[in-house]
C-alpha cells in the first residue's frame, strides 16, 4: 500500500525566512497531493494541493512542487510569519476508484521565531 | 454552516468499558473517514466509508467498529478499549470530484483510557 514519508519532524525558521518541508511517497499510482495545516488544538485544515499533472502551484506566499518521477512534493512557505507556527501534514491519494483513502505523512510541526 | 460535528470532545474512560464516538457532517458528502492522530505518527486513518453501508479498514483498524446506516452519520465504537488507545480522534468527510479528495475534519475528540 501507500506510505508517505515526510521531513524534517521539527523545522524552526526565523520570521521572514523560507521554510521548506518535503515528502515522499510509494505509490506512483497516486495522483493527487493535498497539504494540512493544522493550528494548536484545532483541526486540520487544507491550504493548498496539486496533482500530478501540474508540476507547481502558488498561492500567495506558499507553493507546492511535485516531482512525479522521484515520487517527490514539496511544500515551500516564504515570508514567513508567527501565525505560519503549526503542525503540516502532507498526503496522498489516488482519484481513481474514489475510495475517499488519503494518506498522510508524519507531520512537521513549524515554529516560526518573531 | 457547512461542518463535521463530533461528539463527545473529551472522554476519559477506563478499560472495557464500550464507548460510542458520534461524527455527523451536514455536507452530504458520499466519504467519510476515521483518524488518529498520535505524536510522530501524524494521521493514521482507521476506517472508512464510501458510502451507506459500504466500509472498509484503514491502517490500524484492530479494537475499532464503524457503521453507516446513514449518510450524514459514521460513529466510531470501541467495544473494549485499552490504554493503547488513548489518542486524540479525527472524523473526517470528504468530497472526491474533479480528482480531489478534500478532507473536511471535525474538531477532534481527545479520549483517555485509564
Known amino acids: 500500500g501507500e506510505n508517505v514519508e515526510q521531513h524534517p519532524s521539527t523545522l524552526s525558521v526565523q520570521e521572514g525566512d523560507s521554510a521548506v518541508i518535503k515528502c515522499t511517497y510509494s505509490d506512483s499510482a497516486s495522483n493527487y497531493f493535498p497539504w494540512y495545516k493544522q493550528e494548536l488544538g484545532k483541526r486540520p485544515q487544507l491550504i493548498i494541493d496539486i496533482r500530478s499533472n501540474v508540476g507547481e502551484k502558488k498561492d500567495q506566499r506558499i507553493a507546492v512542487t511535485l516531482n512525479k518521477t522521484a515520487k517527490h512534493f514539496s511544500l515551500h512557505i516564504t515570508e514567513t510569519q508567527p501565525e505560519d507556527s503549526a503542525v503540516y501534514f502532507c498526503a496522498a491519494s489516488q482519484s481513481s476508484g474514489n475510495t475517499g483513502k488519503l494518506i498522510f505523512g508524519q507531520g512537521t510541526t513549524l515554529q516560526v521565531k518573531p | 454552516e457547512a461542518q463535521v460535528t463530533q461528539n463527545p470532545r473529551y472522554l476519559i474512560t477506563v478499560t472495557g468499558k464500550k464507548l460510542t464516538v458520534t461524527c455527523s457532517q451536514n455536507m452530504n458528502h458520499e466519504y467519510m473517514s476515521w483518524y488518529r492522530q498520535d505524536p510522530g505518527l501524524g494521521l493514521r486513518q482507521i476506517y472508512y466509508?464510501?458510502?451507506?453501508?459500504?466500509?472498509d479498514k484503514g491502517d490500524v483498524p484492530e479494537g475499532y467498529k464503524v457503521s453507516r446506516k446513514e449518510k450524514r452519520n459514521f460513529p466510531l465504537i470501541l467495544e473494549s478499549p485499552s490504554p493503547n488507545q488513548t489518542s486524540l480522534y479525527f472524523c473526517a468527510s470528504s468530497l472526491s470530484t474533479s480528482g480531489k479528495n478534500i478532507q473536511y475534519f471535525g474538531a477532534g475528540t481527545r479520549l483517555s483510557v485509564l
Open positions: 466509508s464510501m458510502n451507506v453501508e459500504v466500509t
